[in-house]
């Protein structure tokens, strides 16, 4: 594999390959998880990972149950 990543090290095949992944690994990852670290293209993206890793903002008035998805919480509320 003739491409190397200077970041990394990890080689490929192809430049278009080795530039992808510059860009989605280096580069184009803005939204950073303030718990883990992790970082995401959109924050939509590093929404959906807080959620599934714990954050549950939709909280059931009745009973305080919380839930991680709007739909969540109003399938309960049913």
Same mark, same amino acid.
């Given at each position: 594999?003739? #491409?190397?990543? /200077?970041?990394?090290?990890? &080689? !490929?095949? $192809? %430049? $278009?390959?080795?530039? &992808? @992944?510059?860009?989605? %690994?280096?580069?184009?990852?803005? #939204?950073?998880?303030?718990?883990? +670290?992790?970082? !995401?293209? %959109? $924050? =939509? @993206?590093?929404?959906? @990972?807080?959620?599934?890793? +714990?954050?549950? /903002? #939709?909280?059931?008035?009745?009973? +305080?149950? &919380? !839930?991680?998805? =709007?739909?969540?919480?109003? &399938? @309960?509320?049913?």
């Amino acid at each position: 594999k003739p #491409y190397e990543c /200077p970041e990394c090290g990890k &080689r !490929f095949w $192809s %430049n $278009s390959v080795l530039i &992808r @992944h510059q860009q989605t %690994n280096m580069e184009e990852r803005p #939204y950073e998880c303030p718990d883990c +670290g992790k970082r !995401f293209w %959109n $924050s =939509s @993206h590093l929404s959906r @990972h807080q959620q599934t890793t +714990g954050e549950r /903002p #939709y909280e059931c008035p009745e009973w +305080g149950k &919380r !839930f991680n998805q =709007s739909c969540a919480l109003t &399938r @309960h509320q049913q």
